[in-house]
Nanobody
Framework: QVQLVESGGGLVQAGASLNISCTAS????????MAWFRQAPGKEREFVAV????????FYGDSMSGRFTISRDNAKNAVYLQMNSLQPGDTAVYYC????????????????WGKGTLVTVST
């Protein structure tokens, strides 16, 4: 079992970059695939990116590919999301999620969730 805490959100201007983090305050992420999802105001939560347990596979949502990069440092028990060329449409609460062993793009596949960090992109 893991407890996840996101950090690093904030207010940025369009075109800026931001790196958000997710750390495990309890447990270890070593045996978990880790993902980021986001939920914009009035919209359903959507998949952003996932990284496999052993770091050899990453996958991104359509609108994030090429702009966002997911990474992890198992020694630090942390996952990161580097976001470049941010646009107002990226404004959302970003959630970190963990799923034992096998990566998935489905929200329902994830067992553990953080409370989210808000990213706001202004024009």
């Amino acid at each position: 079992q893991v407890q996840l805490v996101e950090s690093g959100g904030g207010l940025v201007q369009a075109g800026a970059s931001l790196n958000i983090s997710c750390t495990a305050s309890a447990g270890t992420i070593t045996n978990y695939a880790m993902a980021w999802f986001r939920q914009a105001p009035g919209k359903e939560r959507e998949f952003v990116a996932v990284i496999s347990q052993n770091i050899d596979t990453t996958f991104y949502g359509d609108s994030m590919s090429g702009r966002f990069t997911i990474s992890r440092d198992n020694a630090k028990n942390a996952v990161y999301l580097q976001m470049n060329s941010l646009q107002p449409g990226d404004t959302a609460v970003y959630y970190c999620a963990a799923r034992r062993l096998i990566a998935s793009l489905r929200e329902s596949a994830y067992d553990y969730w953080g409370k989210g960090t808000l990213v706001t992109v202004s024009t």
